[in-house]
């Protein structure tokens, strides 16, 4: 009897205890549950995978993380620099005066002077025009303001420079082959009769022959065709070279 008891006894106690197991199965929030791989998901944590509660706001989905901050947009490449000319490049040189027509050398010329029509009044030479001939066989140029020198005893290694002032603006004439261009040259003028006199107080001075240089284009020595060149002060006022015929 005693053995019979103690067997019921044990089984009773199994009851009891399997009962209190299932009424601790059955109560909320006691404990993790199985996740079927032998991890437990912490009590309280949300599966991604759970429904949303109805009426809240739907979280925004995202595959790739966090969102980062978008920076500044990045600029394309760049176009390659274009080969069009620069427009503030400056405009190309224009072309010389007479454009490739070269300068007429001292051999391409003939020199030749004459005691001018209009003169100071006096008894000197007072102005002459000297002519210039293009003898070559081609069209060349003559340009600027003359040097003048008186050569003593008509001999040009022994000139004597004058001091010249220039007068009226300068420009590149083109002569062609015969063609013709001058220069005046106005003296300070004798006065008086026989040797005559100069208003400054010098002496006049008399050249046989004068030397005329003009830029480019050599020295010419011309002599007057009726008499020799009579001045005061060794000063001269001298035109440009023009193709204009003075007086």
């Known amino acids: 009897m005693r053995y019979v008891n103690g067997m019921r006894g044990s089984a009773v106690a199994v009851v009891v205890a399997s009962a209190a197991l299932a009424v601790a199965g059955c109560q909320p929030g006691g404990g993790g549950a199985d996740t079927g791989d032998g991890g437990v998901t912490p009590s309280g944590a949300v599966s991604s995978a759970a429904s949303p509660t109805p009426g809240a706001p739907k979280p925004a989905s995202s595959t790739s993380g966090p969102s980062t901050p978008s920076g500044p947009?990045?600029?394309?490449?760049?176009?390659?620099?274009?080969?069009?000319?620069?427009?503030?490049?400056?405009?190309?040189?224009?072309?010389?005066?007479?454009?490739?027509?070269?300068?007429?050398?001292a051999g391409s010329l003939k020199a030749t002077a004459r005691q001018a029509a209009v003169r100071p009044a006096g008894t000197g030479t007072g102005a002459a025009v000297v002519e210039f001939t293009n003898v070559s066989g081609r069209t060349c140029v003559l340009k600027g303001h003359p040097t003048v020198a008186g050569a003593g005893n008509g001999s040009p290694e022994m000139n004597v420079p004058l001091t010249v002032k220039p007068t009226g603006a300068a420009a590149p004439v083109?002569?062609?082959?015969?063609?013709?261009?001058?220069?005046?040259?106005?003296?300070?003028?004798?006065?008086?009769?026989?040797d005559g006199y100069c208003v400054s107080g010098s002496a006049p001075v008399v050249y046989p022959t004068m030397v005329v240089r003009l830029p480019g284009s050599g020295a010419h020595q011309v002599a007057l065709d009726d008499g020799q060149f009579a001045e005061c002060d060794d000063t001269v006022?001298?035109?440009?070279?023009?193709?204009?015929?003075?007086?």
């Not at 947009?73 to 005066?97: E, H, I, L």
């Not at 006022?237 to 007086?247: D, F, G, Q, W």
């Open 73 to 105: 947009s990045t600029p394309s490449a760049s176009r390659p620099a274009s080969s069009a000319p620069d427009s503030s490049a400056p405009p190309s040189p224009a072309p010389a005066p007479g454009g490739s027509t070269a300068t007429c050398s």
């Open 237 to 247: 006022t001298v035109t440009a070279v023009s193709v204009v015929r003075p007086s």
């Open 174 to 194: 083109t002569v062609a082959p015969g063609g013709k261009a001058w220069v005046k040259l106005t003296f300070v003028q004798v006065q008086g009769e026989a």
